[in-house]
């Protein structure tokens, strides 16, 4: 059960925000189970004594033609399975670090405006038109602006 553990760690929370991707997760889950399940490596010893007994020379054409049937190799295919899960996953998680990237740049700007509304509702009583000014300069070009397209006066 370690693929499912893997799943449960590194996928489920990368689905759980968006109701459609929960269903995928769920989905592939239940597959990845169900092929270990299918896939446990428990060998049962056939008897080919008891066989012969009951079927005599035809017992032996029978342990000859399951001898040569090829064995699968269970790990090989938990590995492929695991690939899949990774290839169909990867672009998701790459569009989640993208967004918490964004959402850590956001945070920093939000940060920065409470600041500064601190700094505002600190020094209002004694702040000067110059002193806001000099702190955002943003506002001070846009009245600049303003006044050179004569839109600082607007009649309404």
């Given at each position: 059960m370690a693929i499912v553990d893997d799943l449960e760690r590194k996928f489920?929370?990368?689905a759980a925000p968006?109701?459609?991707l929960l269903e995928k997760y769920k989905a592939m889950r239940e597959r990845v189970i169900d092929v270990e399940q299918n896939m446990k490596n428990e060998t049962v010893?056939?008897?080919?004594?008891?066989?012969r007994e009951k079927l005599g020379p035809f017992a032996?054409?029978?342990r000859a033609s399951f001898d040569e049937i090829p064995k699968p190799k269970y790990e090989e295919l938990k590995a492929l399975d695991m690939q899949e899960v990774e290839k169909i996953f990867k672009?998701?998680?790459e569009e989640a670090e993208k967004v918490c990237e964004e959402a850590d740049l956001?945070?920093?700007e939000i940060d920065k405006t409470q600041q500064d509304i601190y700094w505002v509702q600190d020094n209002l009583d004694t702040m000067t038109v110059?002193?806001?000014?000099d702190k955002f300069p943003d506002v001070r070009d846009k009245i600049d602006e303003e006044?050179?397209?004569n839109e600082w006066y607007i009649d309404e």
């Open positions: 489920k929370p990368l968006n109701s459609e010893e056939i008897d080919w004594e008891e066989w032996d054409t029978l672009p998701i998680m956001a945070l920093v110059e002193e806001f000014l006044i050179r397209n």
